[in-house]
């Protein structure tokens, strides 16, 4: 249960990453649209400017959609994870009810690390990619905040 709750730690990251890129999408494409400029030498430069933010939205949107495979190879590594973690605690449970009183054996130490190591992948996994998510909506909202001085 603990490994699945990890990926807590890495949806809202995630979908809010997905959120801002689809926003400044839209606002990307009103800008687009704008032809409220006097003269054809502002609206050339209006044009420009689109054209510029458009290039850095296709570069941040190429550097997100690679990482976007990624993060759903490592969501799906997580469950993975967690199917495992939870048959390593039922056999350790299975396992301590069948040897209450014995000293743990080798085979119980390595089925102890085994469970520790799946939540501690978990974690990390889910840690990075929640971090990976957060940068990249940084850098869409600076984006985003060029646009609005800029256009």
Sequence with gaps: MAILSFVDIS??????RRRVFEKAQQ???RHKKTTRHQDEESQAAHVKRVSEMDQK???LWKEASAF???EDSLLKSTG??????????LVL?????????DPISTLGKVLVALS????????VINFMTASQAGMLTRK????????????
């Design 11 to 16: 949806l809202p990251a995630i979908k809010e």
């Design 27 to 29: 606002e990307l494409e």
């Design 57 to 59: 939205m296709y570069l």
């Design 68 to 70: 976007s495979n990624e």
């Design 80 to 89: 993975v994870m967690g199917v495992v973690g939870s048959v390593v605690s």
């Design 93 to 101: 449970l299975w396992y301590s009810a069948q040897h209450y009183n």
């Design 116 to 123: 520790f190591g799946s939540l501690i992948g978990a974690f």
């Design 140 to 151: 869409c909202n600076a984006i985003r905040s060029e646009m609005h001085e800029r256009l």
